[in-house]
């Protein structure tokens, strides 16, 4: 049975990657943590790693009532939420926009902007009845640049740094703090697998870098509890950059010497 005292941190997209090393984070660092992931096995696999007391959620979370059914387990469950992360969503072709179809343009749309919208309006609810918590969403470098034939992701990604801004404006008064991060190229087992099969240089893309490499998905995590902890108190509707330098460097050429790969 799990302590009722202790916070409630609900994770999407925790079956791999980011989400993982979140879910992890949240775990360590004495939450409660509800793991939502489409991957139904893949899901609760990861909660059973966690060990006892954190809950595995299967969710669309481009599905409202996917959305609302989760909720509903969360409060009869668990019976509170302090911490929200949207970090579900998935990755789209690198296609030249007149090869782009509406229809998987509409996909990204759904998963990444109307599912941060469903899941921090019914976040929302319960913390504002319960006096406040934290909402962190997941913006990209794809949202805050311009990265050639990622149209609906970039798009999709951009909106989820405005929707944080206005959230945190309005939630404020109910003492919900909305932010989001912002990560760079990350080298997650997707992001690795790419690389083994030749789809992306993850040399070319560290060179890229000022520092120099990918981010590790615990850095990413680390950011991120910190923005959902006390010790972000005076901070809200805030995208930060965690991309090693990536958005700030503006010169031609490289900006650094790769360091060996991990």
């Known amino acids: ?9 609900l994770v999407t997209g925790a079956a791999n990657g980011i989400g993982w090393a ?7 660092g004495g939450y409660r943590v509800v793991l939502a992931d489409i991957e139904a096995d893949a899901v609760k ?11 595995a959620v299967a969710c669309d979370v ?3 009532a996917d959305v609302l059914k989760m909720f509903e387990r969360i409060r009869a469950e668990c019976g509170r939420l302090d911490a929200v992360v949207n970090n579900a969503g998935i990755g789209n072709p690198h296609l030249p926009t007149l090869e782009q179809t509406a229809e998987n343009f509409s996909r990204i749309v759904d998963i990444h902007l109307k599912g941060t919208f469903m899941i921090s309006r019914e976040a929302f609810r319960m913390m504002s009845e319960a006096g406040g918590g934290t909402i962190v ?5 794809a949202g805050v640049a311009g990265l050639p034939r990622r149209n609906s992701y970039g798009a999709a990604k951009a909106g989820v740094g405005q929707l944080t801004k ?26 690795m697998k790419l ?5 992306i240089d993850t040399r070319r893309l560290a060179a890229r870098t000022p520092l120099g490499r990918l981010a590790r998905p615990a850095e990413i995590a680390e950011v991120i509890f910190f923005l959902s902890s006390p010790a972000s108190s005076y901070v809200t509707g805030v995208t930060l950059n965690v991309d090693g330098g990536w958005t700030a460097f503006a010169d031609a ?3 650094a010497t790769p360091l060996p790969e991990e």
């Open 1 to 9: 049975m799990a302590d009722a005292n202790m916070p409630v941190a």
């Open 22 to 28: 979140t879910a992890s984070r949240f775990a360590e």
């Open 45 to 55: 696999a990861r909660a059973g790693e966690l060990g006892g007391g954190h809950i």
């Open 62 to 64: 481009a599905s409202e």
């Open 137 to 141: 969403n997941l913006n990209s470098i």
């Open 166 to 191: 206005m959230m945190a404006c309005e939630f404020a008064s109910k003492g919900v703090r909305v932010n989001a991060v912002a990560p760079g190229y990350t080298a997650t087992a997707l992001v």
């Open 195 to 199: 690389r083994d099969e030749g789809f």
């Open 253 to 255: 050429g490289e900006a």
